[in-house]
Nanobody, 123 residues
Framework: QVQLVESGGGSVQAGGSLRLSCAAS????????MGWFRQAPGKEREGVAT???????SYADSVKGRFTISKDNAKNTVYLQMDSLKPEDTAMYYC?????????????????WGQGTQVTVSS
């Protein structure tokens, strides 16, 4: 059974930074696609960043140049470094896994999800 556990969320002022972590277990994630998604109140869940087995990454336009996704295969952990945070980045952030190497920013194609970690950015 796949388990994904996020950590690292919190409250920060605009312009600040946070690093989210997602620890995976029960899943050969290193050979598959991992992603970060977010959902703000009253909005649909949206893709933030993905990373495939080869380390290729994709980003939503809204976070390009500010967020960086990476992974440590030895620790079975994927990270999301978030810099230059804006109030509009406020949301619940979720880690997700997909047993394919095609890594779209599409929440509906991911079958395994963590519980989420809250990120709040104040102006």
């Amino acid at each position: 059974q796949v388990q994904l556990v996020e950590s690292g969320g919190g409250s920060v002022q605009a312009g600040g930074s946070l690093r989210l972590s997602c620890a995976a277990s029960g899943y050969p994630y290193s050979r598959n696609c991992m992603g970060w998604f977010r959902q703000a109140p009253g909005k649909e869940r949206e893709g933030v960043a993905t990373i495939d087995a080869d380390g290729s990454t994709s980003y939503a336009d809204s976070v390009k140049g500010r967020f960086t996704i990476s992974k440590d295969n030895a620790k079975n952990t994927v990270y999301l470094q978030m810099d230059s945070l804006k109030p509009e980045d406020t949301a619940m952030y979720y880690c997700a896994a997909r047993p394919r190497n095609y890594c779209p920013l599409t929440a509906g194609l991911f079958g395994s999800w963590g519980q989420g970690t809250q990120v709040t950015v104040s102006s």
